[in-house]
């Protein structure tokens, strides 16, 4: 027999087991202690009196408004979650036990049908099925110790985060230890949608294919991100996507260089479809003159109206923020238990190293993908920056997460949103017309712009510091993925990197940059999209909360 101790606080509901017991046997079966913030009951109490228990809870749980049990030792977990079931408000679990949850455990929270969340330390890959299948999305603790790039390029330190993910990058060729943990991660993820892979020949094709089929993997998305001037490789990937379209869905996406689209794309159009091809243009332009000025009126007035929607939200987070701060709290009621009976002592939430700012939560409120703000000054560039898993979604996507062909400012799914990387990379459209987005970037080619020192000052904040970057290069480059490079294994490739980009700019800077420095790059597209405008700015070490 033992007993189980009940808390409540920080609108949180604890259990745990009861160690120091009253030897009178009786008082076992009893409750020991009703307050206002805890209550103890012996478990075989609880068994014999499921249904009064279970209402005596869910008064407390509504009336703090509580949506989270935390249980700390898994063997009272079955009988804890039994009784707190049914009670539509208490979403959230966590076991804070380092055990490999069991069967019993699973199967009370499936049954539940309140709990959609679970925090635990381990978990069985069939019982993680399970409660996917039930709607139920699980958050493991336990990290996975890996040898492999692949694991590390994908962030996958958990079961959880193997199961979850939807796209990943792969550094072809592989090593052995690359290869098996790409196979333990197909065979355990459920959601995998985009795969981006650096470099590619027919033999990877077939691989990666291999294993794909292997595991009945479908509606793929394979990006290449090099341009291919292979022939035979291009053919081969079309037959491949017209029998995989019929079949299940994996698709590769080709970019085609320059080259291959000149001597053989161009070379298959035969003259009438161009003349036919040029009428439809003219009468098309002239057709959509009125359109166009009309729609980027209309991208404006989007923009406008987020942006007001964006600071009324923050003023009104602030007011809230300072209502709280000025508002008393109510002492709980004190009621004192017998001599015998020890106060419980709840492990204190550790304090966070970093504290989000008042502006960044509000707009996490708004949107969850909120990851800095940014600021170009003497240009429209004053907009919160966004991510995604991928680089697509907000190409097609405002702030609000509705469709929009002005799209949003993102930065790179690589980068790390809180412990910035070695090159935080930053995409917009150059929306040149109407001017949102990256459309006024141009400005920066122009020397009237980039020789004045309080245009060399970029504003780029994260969700907890304000960081200020200082301008060292800009240019205009043909399509390349050369400069969107996240991180460099070697201080060596990180200086050649260094290099590169200094020697491209359009201006000479001076501005001192080392491998022990951070850098931000701004991408967008330049000669109506065969070029790209790109500003590179390194981090100073100044920062201000």
């Known amino acids: 027999m033992i007993k189980i101790l009940f808390q409540i606080k920080d609108n949180k509901l604890y259990a745990k087991i009861r160690y120091r017991l009253n030897t009178d046997q009786k008082s076992l079966i009893n409750t020991n202690v009703i307050s206002q913030n805890e209550l103890v009951f012996s478990d075989e109490y609880i068994a014999s009196n499921i249904q009064l228990i279970h209402n005596f809870l869910k008064e407390l749980i509504l009336s703090y408004n509580i949506d989270t049990l935390i249980i700390r030792e898994s063997s009272i977990a079955p009988l804890v979650i039994h009784v707190a079931s049914h009670i539509p408000s208490l979403t959230n679990l966590y076991l804070l036990e380092e055990s490999i949850v069991s069967y019993k455990i699973v199967e009370k929270i499936i049954k539940s049908n309140n709990i959609k969340y679970v925090s635990l330390y381990n ?61 333990a991660f197909i065979n355990i993820n459920k959601y995998l949608k985009t795969i981006y892979i650096n470099t590619l020949n027919k033999n990877d094709v077939e691989n990666i294919l291999e294993i794909l089929y292997t595991y009945r993997l479908k509606k793929i998305k394979i990006y290449i991100e090099q341009n291919i001037n292979d022939i035979e490789l291009i053919e081969y990937l079309k037959k491949i996507n017209k029998k995989n379209a019929k079949i299940n869905g994996i698709q590769f996406k080709i970019d085609y260089s320059e080259e291959y689209l000149e001597d053989n794309l161009m ?72 001599d015998d009976v020890e106060e419980p002592k709840v492990p204190e939430k550790p304090k966070e190293e970093k504290k989000l700012k008042n502006d960044m939560a509000a707009l996490l409120e708004m949107n969850e993908d909120t990851v800095g703000w940014l600021k170009v000054n003497n240009t429209n560039v004053d907009y919160p920056v966004v991510q995604a898993e991928d680089n697509d ?66 504003e780029f904040d994260t969700l907890y510091e304000n960081h200020k970057w200082q301008i060292f290069s800009i240019y205009t480059v043909p399509s390349t993925n050369d400069y969107l490079i996240a991180n460099f294994s070697t201080d060596e490739k990180y200086q050649d990197f260094i290099n590169l980009i200094t020697k491209r700019s359009i201006y000479t800077f001076n501005t001192p940059v080392s491998v022990n420095d951070k850098i931000l790059t701004l991408s967008t597209c330049s000669n109506n999209g065969t070029k790209r405008l790109v500003i590179h700015a390194v981090l100073l070490d100044e920062k201000t909360d």
Request: overall charge negative; aromatic content about 14%.
């Open 123 to 183: 978990i069985p890959s069939y019982l993680m099925e399970m409660l996917d299948e039930k709607g139920v999305k699980v958050s493991s603790r336990n990290e996975i110790l890996f040898m492999s790039n692949f694991m590390k390029y994908n962030n996958l330190e958990n079961f959880s985060s193997l199961y979850y993910k939807t796209s990943i990058k792969v550094n072809l060729p592989f090593s052995k230890e690359d290869e098996d943990d790409f196979l």
């Open 267 to 338: 070379g298959q159009i035969h003259i009438n479809t161009v003349k036919a091809c040029i009428f439809i243009a003219l009468f098309i332009v002239s057709s959509l003159v009125v359109y166009v000025f009309g729609s980027n009126y209309n991208s404006m007035q989007k923009v406008e109206d987020i942006q007001e929607d964006i600071q009324n939200a923050i003023i009104s987070y602030e007011e809230k923020v300072n209502e709280e701060s000025t508002e008393e709290p109510t002492p709980p009621e004190v009621i004192v238990t017998p």
């Open 393 to 458: 979604y907000y190409l097609k996507k405002n702030f609000n997460k509705k469709n929009d062909a002005s799209g949003w400012i993102f930065m790179d799914y690589r980068a790390n949103a809180t412990d910035l990387s070695q090159n935080t990379i930053i995409f917009g459209h150059n929306m040149y017309y109407s001017g949102v987005m990256f459309g006024t970037l141009y400005k920066t080619k122009y020397p009237n712009w980039y020789t004045k020192e309080e245009n060399q000052i970029i």
